[in-house]
């Protein structure tokens, strides 16, 4: 192929004990997904519809590397948030065949200009600015189906600079995985590679420059990085 300049490479992710990688496609999240959250941001809990954002793939950064202080705003708050990588795809899924499209978890963090959210949220303006930024997607290296699956009680974890911030266990989730996979194949095609930030607990706070985090899916997977 002759292209005018050479493509952007790849952006992918390791998998955990393995030298493959994870070659990443789209990246979907969903919002107010927990209820302590919702309720945080003064948003009422609503079960009605599910509300869905993306991230373009190469806001992913990798376990251990320094993740840039965005630009433009003065308000960037971490959201601790389980991964959901997928290993197949399709469309009109149902909830119960979603399982069998998952490749592994991790953990990431969605990274939100929180200023500009509430400048958007007040005008009905879209979230774009707000969530879609460069480096927006810190994510650890994926754990596969196959060796490790979380529970209901298995616990996600943020802290910073060695105090904890977030904590909550999985059941706290207003729209399961399955759930979340069935509402988004309605809405979009999913596709193997795709990965899915299934929603942040209570705790969402500012990060500052030189500030260290750890993000953690309870004996799964770590996430390990430092805002610069
Ligand atoms: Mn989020």
């Known amino acids: 192929m002759d292209y005018v300049f ?3 490479p790849t952006p992918s992710v390791p998998v955990a004990g393995s030298d493959q990688r994870f ?3 789209r990246i979907f999240c969903i919002g107010r997904n927990y209820a302590d959250h919702a309720k945080e941001m003064g948003m009422a809990v609503d079960r009605s519809q599910p509300i869905f954002f993306t991230k373009p793939a190469d806001a992913v950064v990798t376990d251990g590397a320094d993740v840039p202080y965005a630009t433009a ?3 960037l708050h971490h959201e601790v ?3 959901v990588a997928l290993g197949s795809g399709g469309r009109d899924i149902a909830p119960e065949q979603a399982e ?3 490749y592994g978890y991790g953990i990431g963090l969605d990274l939100t ?3 500009l959210q509430s400048r958007a949220k007040d005008k009905g303006q879209p979230w774009d600015t707000a969530k879609a930024f460069d480096a927006s997607a810190p994510v650890s290296a994926l754990v596969p189906a196959s060796q490790a699956k979380p529970s209901p009680q298995t616990t996600l974890s943020l802290s910073v600079n060695g105090q904890q911030r977030q904590h909550s266990t999985l059941d706290a989730m207003l729209w399961s995985v399955p759930e979340m996979i069935a509402e988004l194949s309605r809405l979009f095609e999913l596709k ?3 990965l899915l930030f299934t929603g942040t607990p209570a705790g969402v706070a500012a990060l500052h420059r030189g500030d260290t985090f750890v993000a953690e899916l309870e004996g799964i997977a770590t996430l390990q990085g430092r805002i610069v």
């Open 6 to 8: 050479a493509p952007a």
């Open 23 to 25: 070659a990443v496609r």
């Open 73 to 75: 705003t003065e308000n």
């Open 81 to 83: 948030e389980m991964v």
């Open 100 to 102: 069998a499209l998952i």
């Open 113 to 115: 200009r929180r200023d």
């Open 192 to 194: 193997a590679g795709d």
